[in-house]
């Protein structure tokens, strides 16, 4: 009891002449690991994803994809050659022990949902030719498909 009342004390004392950093109510971060300010990003505008600094995929979705590190004006930097104002988190360890990074990033939303559009064109191909009894590439499967045929039911 008698640890319960100083625990429950503590709490309600208050520093003197200092005030809350986190304002009530201020939960503008997106995410809660790899959060961010919200008034920072234009979600109308753009798709932001995280990506590991794993060097072929960060290579791969920066130089080779339409993907732009975000700065921490929410600007964007075109090279990485200084990665000092990105927007970045230590995400877990490398194989070397060293810290393992992920930059946030951002793609304009008409080229992601073209992107978007691109692989769903892929995945109804994959798709119809399952319904076939085939294989994703259109080869005879040599699994058992019933005499009435395969249905797939969404839902």
Same mark, same amino acid.
Request: aromatic share 8%; proline share 3%.
């Given at each position: ?35 961010? &300010?919200?008034?920072? &990003? ?6 932001? *994803? ?7 995929? $960060? ?10 590190? %975000? ?6 930097? =075109? ?6 104002? %990105?927007?970045? +988190? ?5 194989? =070397? ?6 930059? $946030? ?9 073209? =992107?978007?559009?691109?692989? +769903?064109?892929?995945?109804?191909? +994959? &798709?119809?030719?399952?319904? *076939? ?23």
């Amino acid at each position: 009891m008698r640890e319960t009342l100083s625990v429950t004390r503590a709490r309600e004392e208050k520093p003197e002449g200092r005030e809350r950093r986190r304002k009530a109510g201020g939960g503008e971060t997106t995410g809660r690991r790899l959060g961010v &300010l919200k008034s920072a &990003l234009d979600f109308n505008a753009f798709k932001y *994803r995280w990506i590991n600094a794993n060097e072929a995929r $960060l290579m791969a979705k920066t130089k080779e994809d339409d993907w732009d590190f %975000v700065t921490k004006d929410g600007g964007v930097k =075109d090279d990485s050659a200084d990665m000092g104002n %990105v927007v970045s +988190q230590i995400v877990g360890m490398k194989p =070397d022990g060293s810290a393992l990074f992920a930059y $946030l990033c951002r793609k304009p939303k008409a080229w992601w949902q073209e =992107d978007q559009n691109a692989k +769903q064109v892929e995945l109804d191909k +994959q &798709l119809a030719q399952l319904r *076939r009894g085939n294989d994703r590439e259109g080869g005879a499967q040599s699994d058992y498909v019933p005499s009435s045929g395969i249905t797939i039911q969404r839902g």
